[in-house]
């Protein structure tokens, strides 16, 4: 038997945790499943706690470059002599500087588009509650203007200057062999904004392990997601306000908006929902699977939202904003509902459609479980992930 190739895994994660971490993990477990030789490096935005005061000067300097971090993965690439080195994301620790190394090292790297990090400043095309794209069609100092990043014109500028900079020395186009991305949706927004179309190769996310197809008709509707305005719960809110039926919502996750939606939904008398907080992966799944359908309301440019193949694994059809990849993976109509963008009317009549016609909502259940295990199975993920790592180690 040929031996599979060594794989070196790069992520740095978040301090609120998320679907990148997810995708990480399950990489991870599918590859070593698949008997490949893992290595992992991993570093935490909790690092950056250490840089308060006069120190953030040397935090904005290691996001553009952390030689430490270089010097420490040099170190790692001779002594494991990966075949292939897979990044997830580097920001803020681990830093691109990571890419010169592997270049160096003759190693190929396959990058991973999580988000829109490459494109803009704050990764989301979002700002100020609507889409914002002005880093693509004009300058990314647009963003320091508009201080995007953590509302600070310092922390935006650096992140700015970092993209500024490995555009300016060529990192994406001459020290990453291949670039993953997750929708088409995505892939067309990177070919647009300059990465070279024929490196960027389209593979979803997947869940594993299967939750199994729900078995009830659901006697509520879920929302799973972070607390944040782009995400926007508030266009459920207003959507429950005026709905035609009493439906309990189950509001699963935590963020920056939880207090707040919470003192909304008590002060227009919506007693008919409960926020749950962050659940464990098993519990959310479990939420989601016993519930009629998944609510997913958002209005960013989302590029693969991994609770979408949650639901679709768990036989529960989504009604989402048509936006982003979203209308792109559910199929109005088929696997779940559109609605237009922030309109709680809209959302309104489609949940009261939804929730009186039991019948066809099952059907649609169905059809989300039967495109799940077309394209968001481990099994349909692996040889289209070996396929791009095979084309990376192909390339000089």
């Known amino acids: 038997m040929a031996r599979q190739p060594k794989v070196l895994l790069v992520h740095n994660t978040y301090k609120q945790p998320g679907g990148e971490d997810v995708a990480f993990d399950q990489e991870r477990q599918m590859l ?28 904005a300097k290691r996001t553009v470059w952390a030689s430490d971090t270089r010097r420490e993965f040099a170190q790692l690439l001779r002594r494991e002599k990966p075949d292939v080195v897979h990044v997830h994301n580097t920001f803020v620790i681990i830093s691109p500087s990571i890419y010169s190394a592997c270049f160096e090292a003759g190693v190929p790297v396959v990058q991973t588009l999580h988000n829109f990090r490459l494109l803009c400043p704050v990764a989301t095309f979002f700002r100020n509650g609507k889409l914002c794209q002005e880093c693509t069609e004009g ?104 709905l035609s039926h009493t439906i309990p919502l189950r509001i699963v996750g935590d963020g920056p908006e939880r207090d707040r939606l919470r003192q909304q939904a008590e002060k227009d008398g919506l007693t008919n929902i409960c926020f749950e907080g962050r659940l464990p992966r098993e519990q959310t799944l479990e939420a989601i699977g016993n519930a009629r359908f998944l609510l997913f309301p958002s209005d960013m440019c989302e590029n693969f939202p991994v609770t979408l193949v949650e639901s679709f694994a768990c036989g529960t059809p989504v009604i989402c904003s048509r936006t982003g990849a979203m209308k792109d993976i559910v199929a109005d109509g088929r696997s779940g509902l559109h609605f237009t963008t922030g309109d ?23 059809e989300a479980r039967r495109e799940y295990e077309a394209k968001y199975t481990a099994e349909k993920n692996y040889p289209l992930l070996l396929e791009i790592y095979q084309r990376a180690m192909g390339t000089p």
Not at 38 to 59: F, K, M, P, W
Not at 201 to 226: E, S
Request: proline share 5%.
């Open 139 to 242: 300058s990314l100092w647009r963003s320091v203007e508009h201080a995007c990043y953590n509302g600070s014109h310092f922390a935006t500028a650096t992140v700015a200057f970092m993209l500024a900079y490995h555009r300016m020395r060529k990192t994406w186009d001459r020290e990453i062999s291949c670039f993953v991305a997750l929708s088409e949706f995505s892939r067309n927004k990177f070919v647009e904004g300059g990465l070279p179309a024929e490196k960027v190769f389209l593979k979803p996310n997947f869940v594993y392990p299967d939750p199994c197809a729900r078995n009830g008709n659901g006697g509520y509707a879920v929302f799973v997601g972070r607390l944040s305005p782009e995400k926007r719960v508030s266009t459920i809110l207003e959507a429950w306000k005026r």
């Open 344 to 366: 709680p009317d809209d959302l309104a009549q489609k949940v009261d459609w939804a929730w009186t016609h039991l019948e066809e909502t099952q059907a649609m259940g169905k």
């Open 32 to 59: 070593e499943r698949a008997g490949h030789p893992v290595i992992t490096y991993q570093r935490t935005n909790y690092e950056t706690d250490a840089y308060t005061g006069v120190r953030l000067i040397s935090l």
